[in-house]
């Protein structure tokens, strides 16, 4: 039996070639999409699986009620770490991870390179997963001992073994620490919440810095970390860490909390976007999950659909094989097995030519966004087996079950009368039709409107001077007077000014007051000029001036028209606002509102005060930034680094453009709108082979018709019309549907991504309206003209 099936189910393939190749093409495209996005979905879906105990691993975090509004921050004092150990019991360890970027080399080899310096206590190699590789683990509880992956000991040693070599970190202020590696281990995963290049002991942060933050509850720690044998005990070590909430208070009470908690690691990755203060890796954003999910889905219904219709209207040419099957004593469940047997081989061969088409389009996904590297492998994924394997069943029932049931059903007293005739025009395959339609004008829509709103953001006017500008990070005095230096004698820069907080490069939190109002803002302390180089546009009042420094700098205040909105001000120049209860400022100016980090977060207020640059050892960066013609930025650039090279040997150049803070979400907004393109486009060619397809197989039942028509005395322009005109009201109303739902979607969607994108309009409905509705009657009009010009006589001596 199995023989037979197997039999026929070849000869109707070869049989039906093109019909069965578009299938297999279609599929493929779209199985492909599955697969990607089940590669991507499990990149995010195991994120922190690399390390055995990260279910015993959580991280302290601290918790303010703001009027309601509960934030949760990913810091804590430094001191909890020591107490915590110290007074509760339960907590088997308690480590902290803090790291920055220095410039380690090796003397002997004079290579040198920016390096992540990871600080950590005993126990985060103990609780987080790194394979050794040659060394001992344990090496980094010594001050002098180092930790360095693979991948970082081969940018300096090659294949040569990196043990006992001897690397020296400069801290900021110049000064030398030299360290010896005691250990190599393997990089983490892109999937991981912590990385490093190169671990050392914790006490090394108090060396390198000398910052006071030991044992100060004013100081916060980047990150804390609890290990708990037991996690049911989570709870009950939780509500013990309200002993320290007094402390904190006290300690800081411009940032008063209300308590402490404990966040698992197992999930931390999809929820530290939400966490204010956090530094750890966080999974894709929503956008690089959701989108190809959703191209996956759109792109298999259109493909299944055009499969299902080809089935069906592929049976009209086996009707007599169904009749006398049936007639010779073959039941419905045969011929039902049978019809599954030739769907289940086409979609095999489909999840074939998918994996081929994967093979490429699964590292050009991952290409496309940072942090992110998914591979597709047969030898360790073995989830992905069953996957396929449920792929192709489901692929099967969806495509190919109903169209096994509908033709089994025939009656052979019918079949053999020539009464029955089914295929591309009846209500049916024109219903499916519709759907897939529906389905493709979504996929269209969505990618007008996302490439609309990449443009529309590309264009989007910041508040400031973005392309203008370029600045140089400095970590001491030294650094910043020789940049000064440089940048002045540079007759290409026009404008210099210097900054402790920078737009897109960090700002501080506060609370500003005005009698019973309280408005929450970021603050930016800046030099004198810093607002004409960024090119803020003063909208009220004035500017900090050189000839008021003295006075600015003490009392003075501006603010964007979003913290005037805030007070409920109609003029806010002269307001006399308190800063944390501590110091009395007054508004000076009022500055236009623009975006501090780009239009993926919302327009909050902003308070800008005059301070002169000071470097207080406190491992944060300030910056020097300048103005300069967009045509000479990279000239400028580029002589700023030679110069810095020549007097600063101990640390790589720092230097960055003012658009490259945008760069990563820009990145993002294309990638976007790359794959909702590939979306459309894949969505309308299929549906274009499936309409392809559908008008072939009427046209050869029509032929004798169309010869009649000829006799009679129709046009070819008639004939054409006639045969036309139900697929173009059939489009049109798949039209109206897919846009209308499209809308509902797709605004949702972008909704869900960005925080400011481009309204839908005209263009966004019309366009795929005329693209799908003009070339799907291009295409059918040609088919129907060529099977038109056919001799009347040939026609009627059709079969």
Known sequence: MFKNYLKVTLRNLLKNKTFVSINIIGLGLALACCIVAYINSKFNWSFDECHAQIDYIYKVHSVRDDKGDIREYGRVPFPIADAVKNDIVGVDRV?????????????????????????????????????????????????????????????????????????????????????TIAGVVEKAPQNSSVHFELLLNFENRYRMYDDNVKGNWEAMAQNTFVYLNN???????????????????????????????????????????????????????????????????????????????????????RLKEIGVRKVLGGNRRQLILQFLAENLTICFLAIVMSLVIAQFLVPAYSAMWEGMDLEMSFSEDYVLYIFLVGLLIFTTLLAGFYPSLYVSKYDPVSILRGTLSIGGSGRLTKVLLACQYTFTVIAMFASVAFIQNARYQDSLDMGYDRAQVLGVSVLNDNEYQKTITSM????????????????????????????DAEVDANMLDVGIGYLEVMGLEIVAGRSFSKELEASDSEGSLIINEKAVEAFGWTDAIGKRVAVNDTTTLTVVGVIKNFYMYGFWAPIEPVGITLKSLRFEDDGTNSFVVARTNVDKIRNVYDDLESDWNS?????????????????????????????????????FVLSCLGLFTLVSINLM???????????????????????????????????????????????????????????????????????????????????????????????LRYE
């Open 701 to 795: 039942k029509r032929v004798k018709e169309i010869g009649v028509r000829k006799v009679l005395g129709s046009s070819i322009g008639h004939i054409v019309y006639l045969i036309n005109k139900d697929y173009f009201l059939l489009l049109l109303i798949s039209s109206s549907l897919g846009v209308t739902f499209g809308y509902y979607l797709i605004d949702g969607l972008i909704a869900q991504i960005f925080t400011h994108y481009k309204a839908m309009d005209v263009i966004t409905f019309a366009t795929p309206i005329l693209i799908i509705v003009l070339i799907s009657l291009t295409i059918a009009s040609l088919r129907t003209f060529k099977f038109a010009q056919v001799n009347p006589v040939t026609a």
């Open 488 to 515: 002045l004698a540079n007759p290409d820069i026009e404008a210099v000014a210097s900054a402790k907080n920078h737009i897109g490069r960090g700002n501080y939190g506060t609370t500003l007051l005005n009698d």
């Open 231 to 317: 996690p049911d005990q989570a709870a009950a070590i939780e509500s013990q860490l309200d002993k320290y909430i007094s402390i904190q208070n006290e300690a800081r009470p411009d940032f008063i909390i209300t308590k402490f908690v404990l966040s698992p690691m197992n999930n931390h990755a999809q929820i530290s976007q939400e966490i204010r203060w956090d530094n750890l890796r966080n999974a894709a954003p929503a956008a690089a999950t959701l989108t190809p999910q959703l191209m996956a889905l759109l792109i298999l219904l259109v493909a299944c659909f055009n499969f299902t219709n080809t089935a069906i209207a592929t049976s009209n040419r």
């Open 95 to 179: 480590f902290r991870y803090e790291s920055h970027v220095f410039t380690a080399r090796d003397v002997q080899l004079d290579k040198v390179f920016n390096t992540s310096v990871t600080y950590v206590d005993p126990g985060f190699l103990e609780s987080f997963t790194f394979d050794l590789i040659s060394g001992d683990l344990d090496a980094y509880h010594q001050l002098e001992n180092a930790i360095v992956t693979q991948e970082y000991a081969s940018k300096f040693y090659g294949d040569e073994d990196p043990i006992g070599k001897v690397l020296t970190v400069f801290d900021d202020t110049g000064m030398s620490f030299n360290f």
């Open 647 to 683: 007097r600063i040997q101990t640390k790589i150049f720092n230097g960055f453009f003012q658009d490259d803070f945008l760069r990563q979400a820009k990145e993002v907004n294309d990638n976007i709108m790359m794959i909702f393109a590939f979306l459309g486009i894949v969505a």
